[in-house]
């Protein structure tokens, strides 16, 4: 089976731009993640979806940051307008649904954000 | 709320020796653990996990890991490593009891150099 699709795979912006990043997750997924993975730490996760309905998004700065997932399928997160600090690994994984153990994670490769 | 601590951001290993990567993690109800490995330039992927059952996990790679719920701790073992084995190493848990038992909290990870 075809593996969770990130693009870009690099970006580089001036702070206080916007940028867009976009992932494709394995078919038949209905559950889908976007984790922050800044230099040296964990994967910090900044959104989840099930279907398309927001299941957690307790750690999204929402002033700045914005997620969807139309039709259940593709999500794309934004940040606007980015800060220095936004600079990291944005990683987006997707499973089946339900309990974590009995569905393990998928990752994509991840768009790696530097902000100038 | 769950916590997981990687005690060690880097350890370094000879190429055929053994290797202990440490993880203790905390919650007040009971967990899934995982361990994904990312190697470079890549995304994260399963090495293995603890459910339920026997207490010794059997992963990839000849990876294994030991859930040990006195010490609250999960540590990561190989009995010889090779060169290939080098990668970041991220402990994670799921709470198995919750509403969302699929949201998966990272260690900051712990980054494997083997020496020749």
């Known amino acids: 089976e075809a593996g969770v699709a990130q693009s870009p795979r690099y970006k580089i912006i001036e702070k206080r731009q916007s940028v867009a990043f976009w992932c494709n997750p394995i078919?038949?997924?209905?559950?889908l993640y976007w984790y922050q993975q800044i230099l040296g730490q964990g994967p910090k996760l900044l959104i989840q979806f099930q279907n398309n309905g927001v299941v957690d998004d307790s750690q999204l700065p929402k002033d700045r940051f914005s997620a969807e997932r139309l039709k259940g399928v593709d999500s794309t997160l934004k940040i606007q307008p980015a800060k220095l600090e936004d600079s990291a690994v944005y990683l987006c994984?997707?499973?089946?649904?339900?309990?974590?153990?009995?569905?393990?994670?998928?990752f994509g490769n991840g768009t790696r954000l530097t902000v100038t | 709320a769950q916590s997981v601590t990687q005690l060690d951001s880097q350890v370094p290993v000879f190429e055929e020796a053994p290797v202990e990567l440490r993880c203790n993690y905390s919650s007040s109800v009971s967990v899934y653990l995982f361990w994904y490995v990312q190697y470079p330039n890549q995304g994260l992927q399963l090495l293995l996990k603890y459910l339920s059952g026997s207490t010794l996990v059997k992963g990839i790679n000849g990876f294994e890991a030991e859930f040990n719920k006195s010490q609250t701790s999960f540590h990561l073992r190989k009995p010889s490593v090779h060169i290939s084995d080098t990668a970041e190493y991220f402990c994670?848990?799921?709470?198995?009891?919750?509403?969302?038992?699929?949201?998966?909290?990272f260690g900051k990870g712990t980054r494997l150099h083997i020496l020749p």
């Open positions: 994984a997707s499973n089946k649904g339900g309990a974590a153990g009995y569905s393990p994670l998928h």
């Open positions: 994670a848990v799921s709470d198995r009891w919750g509403l969302r038992d699929d949201k998966i909290i």
């Open positions: 078919s038949g997924h209905a559950t």
